[in-house]
């Protein structure tokens, strides 16, 4: 008796939306079936011809010793006029648009291992970058007093220079980097470091105005600075961004009250990094050092220029949006007033989402191509844009999660390698793949026959 009285009160409106759904349905299969079908081995023929046309080009793992870019080795790419693309070489900058292209590895969270760092070395070289950065963190074999902040899975001194020693041979240009003022999260998390903080709550700032806390750092630079000068030091990164507090613990209270009122805080952190500057300087005989552009943005002017400080460091302008929003033409002329020289730094990876696990090519390629405007809309405020170092972060810090592991960011860095070597020319990407050495095999193009690609 309830059914049928059920029934008659919602009949109409269940007919109603039975209607709707089965038109729904009705629509998108009709919708569907409009496109056309394919059978398989129309499918794979279609695929296969696919490949021949893109040319894809994989070595034999077992050559991928042969020298960097051999003469015959690699057919050069044509553009759409077919011309040849001008052959790049490492001692080959005349006429490029970034006189330095240096591809970022950060070693803080997923580091790769020794081999694994080689083939990585061979594909930035083979890519047409001009060196690397190589952020080393708790990485390194660490020594003294340093030694309990190494990672349990740390390089050791023979990996190192087997490292060092391949990214030579590649001619490769090597640019360590050592955080020495914000980002030390991987010392002061320790509590046997945790005296040098700027803030007891916070493992991320160094205590500036305590000179045991500079001597822990100045020992991490001088230690760096030993292993890599065996093999040439043109460049050295001090890091020093994202120092969100300093000039509060009681070191640095001391030091800002007996240089002076005037002094401040601003004073205090810029009178470390040029110390910082001058002790690599002093080590490397005369290295040029980076650091990170974002602190020296906010700072005062004119105490930059009674440091003298643009003789000494040239900043690296980072930014990893897709518009290069941090950096209004305003800040661009506010660096050039003290800074002649200043670098460009895009990214490959890292650099979208902290916990990101997939990365978006696209984003990046917009972020690299953005970059190649802004250099041209704004390097005549300076007497020379030195070059670009597109980063690849592992973590946001050192505390944080990983986010976009090397494997899925390493077609991104070859990508956007191109697009620096290609600047304002804007031409299509040649329709030849660069080689990065891809063993796997495509039987899922191929279900019947598994093979590599020739």
């Keep these: 008796m309830i059914f049928w009285r059920y029934l008659r009160r919602r ?105 694994y760092f080689l ?46 020693s391949r990214a030579r041979n590649l001619k490769l240009d090597v640019i360590p980097l050592v955080q020495t003022f914000g980002h030390l999260e991987w010392i002061l998390k320790l509590e046997e470091f945790r005296r ?21 750092v100045k020992d991490a630079l ?10 040439g030091l043109k460049f050295f990164h001090i890091g020093a961004d994202e120092a969100f507090e300093f000039g509060v613990c009681q070191k640095s209270m001391e030091w800002i009250a007996k240089h002076g009122v005037a002094a401040g805080k601003q004073h205090l952190a810029l009178s470390h990094m040029k110390d910082i500057a001058l002790y690599v300087k002093q080590l490397t005989g005369g290295a040029t050092v980076l650091s990170w552009h974002d602190m020296l943005k906010s700072f005062d002017t004119r105490i930059i220029a009674e440091l003298n400080l643009g003789n000494i460091i ?3 302008i980072w930014d990893y949006s897709e518009n290069i929003v941090t950096m209004p033409d305003m800040s661009f002329s506010s660096l050039a007033d003290n800074f002649p020289i200043v670098w460009a730094s895009s990214a490959f990876k890292g650099a979208n989402f902290p916990s990101a696990k997939y990365i978006d090519i696209r984003h990046y390629e917009t972020n690299n191509r953005a970059w190649i405007d802004t250099k041209i809309a704004q390097e ?17 810090d050192h505390m ?23 600047g304002a020319k804007k031409v299509g ?26």
């Design 11 to 115: 009949g109409l409106d269940l007919v109603c939306k039975t209607f709707l759904g089965c038109s729904v349905i009705f629509i998108t299969l009709q919708f569907a079936s409009t496109f056309p079908r394919i059978a398989e081995k129309d499918r794979q023929a279609a695929m296969r011809t696919l490949l021949n046309d893109k040319k894809v080009l994989i070595d034999d793992r077992q050559q991928h010793q042969q020298p960097r870019m051999h003469e015959g080795s690699v057919q050069r790419p044509k553009d759409g006029n077919g011309r040849k693309y001008q052959e790049w070489s490492p001692g080959k900058r005349d006429n490029m648009f970034y006189e330095n292209i240096i591809v970022h590895f950060d070693l803080k969270g997923a580091p790769p291992r020794v081999p």
């Design 119 to 164: 083939e990585l070395l061979d594909t930035v070289a083979r890519s047409g970058a001009t060196g690397v950065l190589i952020e080393w963190e708790d990485m390194f074999p660490w020594m003294g007093n340093l030694s309990i902040a190494k990672n349990t899975d740390a390089y050791s001194h023979d990996d190192v220079l087997t490292i060092l």
């Design 196 to 216: 040098y903080r700027e803030n007891d709550a916070y493992p991320q700032v160094l205590c500036l105005g305590d000179e045991e806390a500079v001597a822990i």
């Design 222 to 231: 001088k230690q760096v600075i030993d292993v890599h000068k065996l093999f």
């Design 314 to 316: 040239e900043p690296v």
């Design 380 to 396: 005549r405020k300076f007497d020379k844009f030195h070059g670009i170092i597109i980063a690849g972060w592992q973590r946001y």
């Design 400 to 422: 944080a999660e990983i986010c976009e592991i090397l494997p899925i960011g390493t077609p991104s860095m070859v990508l956007n390698v191109q697009i620096a070597l290609m």
């Design 429 to 454: 990407f040649p329709r030849e793949l660069i080689k990065i050495k891809c063993s796997s095999e495509v039987s899922s193009f191929f279900p019947q026959k598994s093979a590599r690609l020739e």
